[in-house]
């Protein structure tokens, strides 16, 4: 299947596979506990968001070069993801944690079962670098 022969493609999911499995080993090393959720969620160290479409950039960037539309393309796109990441999803998340102290304030002597919002959905900048360190780093290994 010719599919499996797009080494930008393959290289760009093991980045993001990788920081997945990266974010489980991060939390059982600073909290000691093995939270496989890690896995599929979003947030965390380090951004595997990030790392795919670093990846994904440095892979085209190898193998067509950087004067290509296409590399072109994966660098604008590279850019919107990361901001997203470390800015409006970063924001979301703070304003979830603040909803949520408020709810708590609110529902405290109440039997009310409300849900809470997820507040782990944004990144820090840090959390973005390594993430795109790590997708730069396996795409000039791989590709």
Not at 41 to 57: C, D, F, K, R, T
Not at 103 to 115: A, G, N, T, V
């Amino acid at each position: 299947m010719e599919l499996f022969d797009n080494r930008v493609l393959i290289v760009s999911m093991a980045a993001w596979a990788a920081a997945q499995i990266l974010k489980v080993l991060v939390i059982l090393l600073r909290e000691h506990r093995l939270d496989l959720w890690r896995l599929v969620s979003a947030g965390g160290m380090p951004s595997s968001h990030s790392a795919l479409v670093a990846s994904l950039a440095t892979g085209i960037a190898t193998t067509d070069g950087v004067r290509s539309n296409t590399f072109a393309l994966a660098v604008v796109f590279a850019a919107v993801v990361m901001y997203d990441a470390a800015g409006i999803r970063q924001a979301v998340s703070i304003q979830a944690r603040l909803l949520n102290r408020m709810l708590d304030e609110y529902f405290k002597h109440q039997r009310w079962s409300e849900e809470r919002l997820r507040e782990l959905l944004g990144h820090t900048r840090i959390e973005v670098l390594v993430g795109a360190a790590l997708g730069i780093a396996m795409a000039f290994m791989w590709v």
